[in-house]
């Protein structure tokens, strides 16, 4: 076990990685990319490459969309929304259940292109697609359910609130779930009666690609749905200040955010912003600190940790900080990592090389700051973004890792005397998205729902978020939410209407 005042322990063994030998075959079935607009399939002139992260080979072409794209994805979008607008809730819910249906009969061709392109292993990436579907499935019931209401008024004249679709939606979806983050997007805005513009993650299209195909076959009207991909700084900048474009619905980091937002507020458009998070996880002394250090450690390898509700900074109670520790760290060295497309691999490679240095800059910084690394910290070979689960303990709160979001698979794990402290330490940084304890006690479970400043509290479980319940941040992690009775009231404007009867 390690203790709480030890000196530098020794980073794990070797890793070995697991690679798979069939890649190849699956890869020459990567589809053939291209924009999806008004309904029809097009090329386009130019692209760049994706490329698989095991082993950075290109598998496909991005299609990289022109002004003049956009002009017809919005031309499209236009005529969408008159016949989409006006379409029965019912008829609404029944196309985007016919498409979640197509999706889940797809699964298995879904789930293998994102393994291709995002490096996640398949059980999590038929995960991800499920939860995709769910979000769809839990929209389409929410259009049937958007209620206005009729509020009390004198004798002669009746006040009527309506929920009415608020027009086309420019939404830009990342990397890290190809499949699922667009869906969220996607569902609230064809449940609410929107037509919508996607701008989907260039490295990692063919989620949102699939999308596309389900709707199409499931016989969404043309320019309901339009797919675009290319640079994002040049679609954003050219789509959000059109006056067609009504709503500004972006998953990604801070930075981007504050930037998108920015060119929102100067045409006074709403945004929905689904930004970064640096999740805290407080271990009470009352809980079991042997089993969630166990769960602890298999939730920070899923999706190689590049979740944006990923747990970060475990602050642990003194009393439990040594075997919390060492069960985590234990845990966390015996993740198999390798191929996604290897049914014994529990974490893949990271998404792209950027992720390898912010992670290689993060560690360096914490060790040179005193922080002791217990497990991990180097990159895995030198082709293919791997990097293992990394524990760094006892970290100063001046190592940059204790506000900046690694976004891949770095834990903290610092001793906490109370949790007095545990909770200023969780509140300490400018991010409010998920957040975790484990506790037993009704008291500690009371207290953290009052005083921890995040949209999501998770308390003995590191689910933060399913379909039917409201997702979304406080500070900088962002405003307005996706799912649960919430997320679709972003897609609508309300308009009360006085009618004086004659
Ligand atoms: P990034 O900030 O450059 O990009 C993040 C996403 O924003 C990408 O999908 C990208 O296509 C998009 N984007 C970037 N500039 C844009 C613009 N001007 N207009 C429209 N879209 C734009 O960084 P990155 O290296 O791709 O990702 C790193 C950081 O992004 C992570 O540290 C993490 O904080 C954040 N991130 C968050 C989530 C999430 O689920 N909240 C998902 C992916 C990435």
Redesign the pocket.
């Known amino acids: 076990p390690f203790h709480t005042g030890d000196t530098q322990a020794a980073p794990c063994c070797p890793i070995s990685l697991i690679l798979s030998e069939s890649a190849e075959a699956y890869m020459s079935n990567y589809p053939d990319l291209q924009l999806y607009i008004g309904g029809a399939w097009r090329k386009t002139a130019d692209t760049l490459p994706v490329v698989n992260p095991v082993d950075e080979s290109l598998i496909g072409a991005l299609p990289v969309a022109t002004e003049r794209d956009l002009d017809d994805a919005l031309s499209a979008a236009a005529d969408g929304l008159k016949v989409w607008s006006r379409a029965a809730p019912a008829r609404r819910a029944e196309i985007i259940r016919r498409a979640a249906a197509l999706m889940r009969e797809r699964i298995e061709e879904i789930a293998l292109d994102i393994t291709c392109e995002h490096g996640k292993p398949l059980t999590q990436a038929r995960l991800e697609v499920i939860r995709g579907c769910e979000f769809f499935e839990w929209d389409a019931g929410e259009a049937q359910r958007l209620y206005g209401r009729v509020i009390p008024s004198e004798p002669g004249i009746r006040y009527v609130v309506h929920h009415q679709p608020i027009g086309t939606v420019a939404a830009?979806?990342?990397?890290?779930?190809p499949m699922s983050?667009p869906s969220r997007k996607v569902a609230g805005a064809l449940a609410a009666g929107c037509s919508i513009i996607l701008?989907?993650?260039?490295?990692t299209p063919a989620g949102a690609l699939h999308i596309a195909r389900a709707f199409h076959d499931a016989g969404l009207p043309a320019g309901v749905l339009n797919l675009v991909f290319g640079v994002?700084?040049?679609?954003?900048?050219y789509l959000i200040p059109q006056d067609q474009v009504r709503l500004i619905a972006?998953?990604?980091?801070?930075?981007?955010g504050k930037?998108?937002a920015g060119l929102a507020a100067r045409h006074i458009k709403p945004v929905l912003m689904?930004?970064?998070?640096h999740a805290p996880v407080i271990v009470c002394d009352d809980a079991d600190a042997h089993q969630a250090g166990i769960v602890s450690a298999v939730r920070k390898a899923r999706n190689a940790g590049?979740?944006?509700?990923s747990p970060t900074r475990f602050f642990v109670h003194e009393r439990s900080f040594d075997t919390f520790t060492a069960s985590f760290v234990e845990r966390a060295r015996s993740v198999k990592i390798g191929d996604g497309l290897d049914a014994a691999t529990e974490m893949g490679p990271l998404a792209?090389h950027?992720?390898i240095e912010?992670m290689e800059g993060l560690v360096a910084d914490a060790v040179s700051a005193g922080a002791r690394l217990l497990a991990g910290g180097e990159r895995i070979g030198n082709r293919g973004y791997f990097f293992p689960v990394t524990v760094l303990a006892n970290v100063p709160d001046t190592a940059r890792i204790m506000r900046?979001?690694?976004?891949?698979p770095l834990a903290v794990i610092n001793p906490v005397a109370s949790l007095d402290e545990a909770i200023a330490k969780a509140n300490s940084v400018p991010f409010g998205?998920a957040a975790y304890a484990f506790t037993n006690a009704a008291a500690n479970a009371d207290r953290l729902t009052d005083e921890i400043e995040a949209g999501n509290l998770s308390i003995n479980t590191l689910e933060a978020s399913v379909a039917e319940t409201p997702f979304g941040g406080v500070k900088e992690?962002?405003y307005g939410r996706e799912g649960g009775a919430e997320g679709i009231t972003h897609y609508t404007v309300v308009k009360n209407v006085s009618h004086r009867m004659a």
């Open positions: 830009f979806s990342p990397w890290n779930f983050q701008k989907a993650a260039e490295e994002p700084a040049r679609i954003s900048e972006f998953t990604g980091s801070t930075a981007v930037h998108l689904e930004l970064g998070g590049q979740v944006c509700t792209n950027r992720r912010a900046e979001e690694p976004f891949g998205l992690s962002g």
